[in-house]
């Protein structure tokens, strides 16, 4: 099994940087690619960024692009998401998610983080 565990979230003012973090346990990590999604109140889950199992390769919503980053440690089983330059639309519960081998679709996730910015 796998557990998820997010950190990190808070208020915090428009134009202002706060870095999430995701502990997971598990055998799978290094092998796994890794998420961040994000859910504001009364709208969908919505991708963020992923990493690679590798950490070579990286990919981001273009609303986060230039601002977020996002990065892994395998050998702490932990990934990171870098977040500058908030928004007031960046405000959303955040979750880190694992997704096994080749699959398509995200196979774990964490229980989430809440970031709010305000304006």
């Known amino acids: 099994q796998v557990q998820l565990v997010e950190s990190g979230g808070g208020l915090v003012q428009a134009g202002g940087s706060l870095r999430l973090s995701c502990a997971a346990s598990?055998?799978?990590?290094?092998?796994?690619?890794m998420g961040w999604f994000r859910q504001a109140p009364g709208k969908e889950r919505e991708f963020v960024a992923a990493?690679?199992?590798?950490?070579?390769?990286?990919n981001y919503r273009d609303s986060v692009k230039g601002r977020f980053t996002i990065s892994r440690d395998n050998a702490k089983s932990t990934v990171h998401l870098e977040m500058k330059s908030l928004k007031p639309e960046d405000t959303a519960v955040y979750y880190c998610?694992?997704?096994?081998?080749?699959?398509?679709?995200?196979?774990?996730w964490g229980q989430g983080t809440q970031v709010t910015v305000s304006s």
């Open positions: 998610a694992l997704r096994l081998g080749g699959n398509v679709a995200y196979d774990y």
């Open positions: 598990g055998r799978t990590f290094s092998r796994s690619t």
């Open positions: 990493i690679s199992w590798s950490g070579g390769g990286t």
